[in-house]
């Protein structure tokens, strides 16, 4: 018997599951029955690639169905944003997001309206479908469509909550920058003032920066923790380069071109040069993940 038992080869010890990675500790944890979040649908990349085409076609749309294809291109643009945030932050988080940035923007919308405040007297016309106290319901999806890109593009630029929220929202009402003038010459709404700029006010511009620090100080508290995504980064890199060749090659509108590359590009090019220094590796949810700092070492 002790020969027997000496013969028998002793079994490896078993390694931690926190010494073989966070994969591994997944796998532990389902082996030992503890249930495991089931991932969210990675539907964003092709409603971007969708959303990409359909503003590629645009231009060459027939004046009278200009107004449905650009609905659709806002439903787009908001479905691609909010599945990209539901695949990096969870369809809960990704909600509040969504909700809380279309509430902010819409109650602003509603107060200009009745107002003038704090954007300006405008008024808008029945292009954009159903309204509710004088603003299309379909006003708060332009809050919420690019908030999360712009949420992003700061986050790359600062990691501190109130700095990241004033350039979130500067990054918003740069977008803003080409959104009115084509908006107003299309008949989607009005300045009954005008304005030096395309006939749209400075005060719009205002509002909008007001507007978006208010959605993006709800987001620090919601999301402060948030690291930026690969495909929100680029959806604000594709609509500044969009907008610029928009207004140069198809409605003939430098100036506007000019006034969207100084303002977007002021926050896309430092955006990308910072992801460009990061590490280039993501997680599988599209989310950054940052190169580690190296400690300096002391003289010897």
Same mark, same amino acid.
């Given at each position: 018997?002790?020969?027997?038992?000496?013969?028998?080869?002793?079994?490896?010890?078993?390694?931690?599951?926190?010494?073989?990675?966070?994969?591994?500790?997944?796998?532990?944890?389902?082996? *030992?029955?503890?249930?495991?979040?089931?991932?969210?649908?990675?539907?964003?990349?092709?409603?971007?690639?969708?959303?990409?085409?359909?503003?590629?076609?645009?231009?060459?749309?027939?004046?009278?169905?200009?107004?449905?294809?650009?609905?659709?291109?806002?439903?787009?643009?908001?479905?691609?944003?909010?599945?990209?945030?539901?695949?990096?932050?969870?369809?809960?988080?990704?909600?509040?997001?969504?909700?809380?940035?279309?509430?902010?923007?819409?109650?602003?919308?509603?107060?200009?309206?009745?107002?003038?405040?704090?954007?300006?007297?405008?008024?808008?016309?029945?292009?954009?479908?159903?309204?509710?106290?004088?603003?299309?319901?379909?006003?708060?999806?332009?809050?919420?469509?690019?908030?999360?890109?712009?949420?992003?593009?700061?986050?790359?630029?600062?990691? *501190?909550?109130?700095?990241?929220?004033?350039?979130?929202?500067?990054?918003?009402?740069?977008?803003?920058?080409?959104?009115?003038?084509?908006?107003?010459?299309?008949?989607?709404?009005?300045?009954?003032?005008?304005?030096?700029?395309?006939?749209?006010?400075?005060?719009?511009?205002?509002?909008?920066?007001?507007?978006?620090?208010?959605?993006?100080?709800?987001?620090?508290?919601?999301?402060?923790?948030?690291?930026?995504?690969?495909?929100?980064?680029?959806?604000?890199?594709?609509?500044?380069?969009?907008?610029?060749?928009?207004?140069?090659?198809?409605?003939?509108?430098?100036?506007?071109?000019?006034?969207?590359?100084?303002?977007?590009?002021?926050?896309?090019?430092?955006?990308?040069?910072?992801?460009?220094?990061?590490?280039?590796?993501?997680?599988?949810?599209?989310?950054?993940?940052?190169?580690?700092? *190296?400690?300096?070492?002391?003289?010897?």
């Amino acid at each position: 018997m002790r020969a027997a038992r000496a013969r028998r080869t002793p079994r490896p010890a078993r390694a931690p599951l926190r010494r073989l990675g966070p994969r591994a500790s997944r796998v532990g944890r389902h082996l *030992r029955g503890r249930p495991t979040a089931s991932p969210v649908p990675r539907f964003s990349r092709p409603l971007l690639a969708a959303l990409a085409l359909a503003q590629l076609r645009y231009p060459s749309v027939a004046p009278g169905r200009q107004t449905a294809a650009t609905r659709g291109i806002v439903g787009l643009l908001l479905a691609a944003s909010l599945a990209d945030l539901a695949e990096r932050r969870g369809p809960r988080r990704a909600a509040a997001l969504g909700a809380s940035a279309a509430a902010i923007g819409f109650g602003a919308e509603v107060c200009g309206v009745a107002t003038g405040r704090p954007f300006g007297p405008y008024t808008y016309s029945g292009r954009l479908g159903p309204k509710v106290a004088g603003v299309p319901a379909l006003a708060a999806a332009a809050w919420t469509m690019m908030a999360s890109p712009a949420w992003s593009v700061a986050g790359l630029l600062t990691r *501190r909550p109130p700095a990241r929220a004033a350039l979130a929202a500067g990054a918003l009402t740069a977008w803003d920058v080409a959104l009115d003038p084509r908006m107003v010459r299309e008949g989607y709404w009005t300045w009954p003032d005008g304005g030096r700029y395309e006939d749209v006010p400075a005060s719009n511009f205002a509002g909008w920066f007001i507007t978006g620090g208010a959605i993006f100080a709800a987001w620090s508290v919601l999301d402060g923790d948030a690291e930026p995504g690969d495909a929100a980064l680029g959806l604000y890199v594709w609509t500044w380069a969009g907008e610029v060749a928009a207004n140069l090659l198809f409605w003939r509108r430098p100036r506007v071109a000019a006034a969207a590359g100084v303002t977007m590009g002021a926050f896309a090019v430092p955006a990308l040069v910072a992801r460009l220094r990061a590490a280039p590796s993501r997680d599988r949810r599209g989310v950054l993940r940052r190169r580690p700092s *190296r400690p300096r070492q002391g003289r010897r």
